[in-house]
């Protein structure tokens, strides 16, 4: 199994920036992919960005050019640098994980983007 841990999420003015954290243990080994996902309220759940193994990257279309995806593999952590925030930003922003055939998804860290 793996565990997931997110931090760095909260409240935020548009235009502005911040920092997500996710840090993976347990069975790192077997990670295939890690990455994000977010569900704003009303809605579904959509992938933001994600890493494979071998650093094939993707980057949803409506965050590419603002959200900077990246990894630590010495750490097994992955950030989601999150600028020019807009108030469609606004959700619940997940961490996950796929390994050994399985999605593992952390508890998820809220983010607000209101003046």
């Known amino acids: 199994q793996v565990q997931l841990v997110e931090s760095g999420g909260g409240l935020v003015q548009p235009g502005g920036s911040l920092r997500l954290s996710c840090a993976a243990s347990?069975?790192?080994?077997?990670?295939?992919?890690m990455g994000w996902g977010r569900q704003a309220p009303g809605k579904e759940r959509e992938l933001v960005a994600s890493i494979t193994t071998f650093g094939d990257t993707s980057v949803a279309e409506s965050v590419a050019g603002r959200f900077t995806f990246s990894r630590d593999n010495a750490k097994s952590t992955v950030y989601l640098q999150m600028n020019s925030l807009k108030p469609e930003d606004t959700a619940v922003y997940f961490c996950?994980?796929?390994?050994?055939?399985?999605?593992?998804w952390g508890e998820g860290t809220p983010v607000t983007v209101s003046s």
């Open positions: 996950f994980v796929e390994a050994a055939g399985m999605d593992y």
């Open positions: 347990g069975n790192i080994l077997s990670i295939n992919a």
